[in-house]
Nanobody, 120 residues
Framework: VQLVEFGGGLVQAGGSLRLSCRLS????????MGWLRQAPGKEREFVAR????????TYADSVKGRFTISRDSAENTVYLQMSRLTPEDTAIYYC??????????????WGQGTKVTVSS
């Protein structure tokens, strides 16, 4: 399984950005897809996840109502639409995949990460 992220960059506070992550090598429909992030000097934290089982979505409290995760099975891609961004959202964002239904916090495959910088 390979995961490749796109879409990071620099955005002003209050702006929006969409990240995408394409999965290749295995059937996309069998993988739950997640986004995690790591800010400078901080531990990696969970952001959002879309389960392959029923499409259930889960969000971190810090992004609820601002971020939306979605899956496009035709494109083998998961998206993270981010809006109302704040400088606290600045981080390297990682796409991850696992073949579990429920959210356990464990992931089997990781992308290389894409940097998001939100300026104040």
């Amino acid at each position: 399984v390979q995961l490749v992220e796109f879409g990071g960059g620099l955005v002003q506070a209050g702006g929006s950005l969409r990240l995408s992550c394409r999965l290749s090598g295995r059937p996309f429909r069998k993988y739950s897809m997640g986004w995690l992030r790591q800010a400078p000097g901080k531990e990696r934290e969970f952001v959002a996840r879309a389960s392959w089982l029923g499409g259930t979505t889960t969000y971190a409290d810090s992004v609820k109502g601002r971020f939306t995760i979605s899956r496009d099975s035709a494109e083998n891609t998961v998206y993270l639409q981010m809006s109302r961004l704040t400088p606290e959202d600045t981080a390297i964002y990682y796409c991850a995949a696992d073949h579990r239904g429920p959210h356990t916090g464990e992931y089997d495959y990781w992308g290389q990460g894409t940097k998001v910088t939100v300026s104040s």
